[in-house]
């Protein structure tokens, strides 16, 4: 009976592709698993639209995925976590695992000066989620916290070594600079496309967070505590959702995914909407 159960796949979502950067840290750690992304590409950014809103569509977004057969659910979008979280746990009967908690353990862990950097899209530094989560964990650390939503049109455009993207990140990540951080938490799974530009700015003293990594270690623990890692020997299919397919799309995936992807599967918004 478990076995047949472990072999459903894994759900994995996001307003986009940044997600896409967890699914390559799901698939470097756990490659035996069967993965669905699913990219809501049509309604992306979600970092600037309010809290119930972000809430109501990835409620959508989840039960698009629970209709897929998924045995658990990853919700690869840091703004996605740091609202949706608790009402996700509570509609839904498949274990769900957010990113904020898994890299703000990891940050801590970093962390040697206790002075710890956040940058993240304006809802996730509005909500003060890592903040929250890191001094609940350990109230001696301070945590400094800047928006960069510029960062995630520039991941998208592919800008990973462009003169722009470097301009921008000194004007965003100045403060941070002068504020003596050793740890600095990646807090959009967009960023770590951009982390070349962001470790040279920064300066090369401080550790980068991609809470990715933290998430796929956090999602085996969770599967093998409930009896639900797929034991199978061979490697997992992984298969792509999005809500609309913009220009660019597949070149810019693969360059989030760090692998190539035959063919993504594009779904009608107004099926979402009635999820
Ligand atoms: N990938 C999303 C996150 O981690 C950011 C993109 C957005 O604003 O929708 O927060």
């Known amino acids: 009976m478990n076995h047949v159960n472990n072999l459903r796949p894994?759900?994995?979502?996001?307003?986009?592709?940044?997600?896409?950067?967890?699914?390559?840290q799901l698939i470097s750690k756990l490659p035996n698993e069967n993965i669905?992304?699913?990219?809501?590409?049509?309604?992306?950014?979600?970092?600037?639209?309010?809290?119930s809103t972000v809430i109501e569509y990835s409620l959508q977004n989840a039960k698009f995925l629970i209709d897929k057969n998924v045995k658990a659910i990853v919700v690869a979008c840091n703004t996605a976590s740091s609202v949706a979280l608790p009402a996700?746990?509570?509609?839904?009967?498949?274990?769900?695992?957010?990113?904020?908690?898994p890299g703000a353990a990891d940050a801590i862990k970093s962390t040697k000066n206790n002075r710890i950097g956040v940058i993240g899209t304006r809802a996730t530094i509005n909500n003060q989620a890592y903040a929250d989560v890191i001094k609940s964990l350990n109230k001696n650390i301070e945590v400094f916290e800047t928006?960069?939503?510029?960062?995630?049109?520039?991941?998208?455009?592919g800008?990973?070594?462009?003169?722009?993207?470097?301009s921008i990140a000194e004007e965003y990540l100045k403060d941070l600079h002068e504020l003596?951080?050793?740890?600095?938490?990646?807090?959009?799974?967009?960023?770590?496309?951009?982390?070349?530009?962001?470790?040279?700015?920064?300066?090369?003293?401080?550790?980068?967070?991609?809470?990715?990594i933290a998430t796929a270690v956090a999602v085996r623990e969770e599967?093998?505590?409930?009896?639900?890692?797929n034991s199978s020997s061979t490697q997992g299919e992984h298969s792509f959702y999005v809500s609309d397919v913009p220009t660019k799309?597949?070149?810019?995936?693969?360059?989030?995914m760090g692998y190539e992807i035959n063919h993504v599967n594009k779904i009608d918004l107004e099926i979402l909407q009635k999820y």
Do not use: M
């Open 10 to 24: 894994i759900g994995v979502f996001d307003s986009g592709i940044g997600g896409l950067t967890v699914v390559r």
């Open 36 to 51: 669905v992304y699913f990219g809501d590409t049509a309604r992306v950014p979600y970092g600037s639209k309010s809290n």
């Open 88 to 101: 996700l746990k509570e509609k839904l009967d498949v274990p769900v695992i957010g990113v904020i908690v």
């Open 147 to 157: 928006a960069c939503p510029l960062f995630v049109p520039l991941a998208e455009e």
């Open 159 to 166: 800008w990973t070594n462009h003169k722009a993207t470097y």
């Open 180 to 212: 003596n951080i050793d740890t600095l938490v990646l807090g959009c799974t967009h960023y770590p496309i951009l982390s070349e530009v962001i470790q040279k700015v920064i300066g090369v003293d401080v550790a980068l967070i991609d809470s990715g």
């Open 223 to 229: 599967l093998s505590k409930l009896d639900l890692l």
């Open 249 to 256: 799309f597949k070149e810019v995936a693969e360059l989030f």
